[in-house]
């Protein structure tokens, strides 16, 4: 399967911790992105890396790149029960430009 | 005023039937794209349409056939459903195509059951 590996699959934390989610991908990519779902609603955009880039900030949201090891890991400091969602990868590449996401990671943010 | 709007956003119907969702964007994007949300989460592209023309079409069964009348609008039509169709399906739309993939915004999604 061409689909992106996520983990943890799940990760629950305390209210304040910081939570930490990984990205792992099979082919060259052009540029990654996460994505934040809320129990039965659709996709949010949080942020894209570049291919060229290895890091990116937004807000609370640090993401990097390892496009050597294929790569990419989500943070998310000082978190809230407004966090608890399950975020997920989403990149493009690959000679068709095949857009996949990856598996997801449920994160609950105890209060 | 809703970027990426989908109906219907519940649709129960019998095993056999054909139904179509709807789905329409108001910003003005050229790409247009359907994904489908198995019931453990996974999220596989479907198709793509930029400017009413079809750039990915997904290892899809051909019961699913993709319209699009104008560039705002990406319906999907499902032939002689089947237990397996049961999923979420998502409506999104980029303003750049596949391979200059930039945010894609997501519709609320259409919950399938299909009996």
């Known amino acids: 399967s061409q689909q992106g590996e996520e983990d943890p699959q799940a990760l629950s934390i305390q209210e304040g911790e910081n939570a930490t989610m990984n990205c792992s991908y099979k082919?060259?990519?052009?540029?990654l992105q996460w994505y934040r779902q809320n129990s039965g609603r659709g996709l949010v955009h949080l942020i894209l890396i570049r291919s060229n880039e290895r890091e990116k900030h937004s807000g609370r949201l640090r993401v990097t790149l390892d496009t050597s090891k294929k790569s990419s890991s989500l943070l998310i400091t000082a978190s809230r029960a407004a966090d608890t969602a399950s975020y997920f990868c989403?990149?493009?590449?690959?000679?068709?430009?095949?857009?996949?996401f990856g598996k997801g990671t449920l994160l609950t943010v105890n209060p | 005023d809703t970027a990426v709007s989908q109906t219907p956003k519940y649709l129960v119907t019998q095993m056999g039937n054909d139904k179509s969702i709807k789905c329409e964007q108001n910003l003005g994007h050229d790409t247009m794209y359907w994904y489908k949300q198995d019931s453990k989460k996974f999220l596989k592209i479907m198709f793509s349409y930029n400017n009413k023309e079809l750039i990915i079409n997904e290892t899809v069964p051909n019961r699913f056939s993709p319209k699009s009348p104008d560039k705002a609008h990406l319906n999907l039509h499902i032939n002689s459903l089947e237990l397996g169709d049961s999923a979420v399906y998502f409506c999104?739309?980029?303003?750049?195509?596949?391979?200059?993939?930039?945010?894609?915004?997501f519709g609320p999604g259409t919950r399938l059951t299909v009996l």
């Open positions: 999104a739309s980029s303003e750049l195509p596949p391979g200059l993939v930039y945010e894609q915004f």
């Open positions: 082919t060259s990519i052009n540029n």
């Open positions: 989403h990149y493009s590449g690959g000679s068709n430009y095949k857009l996949t």
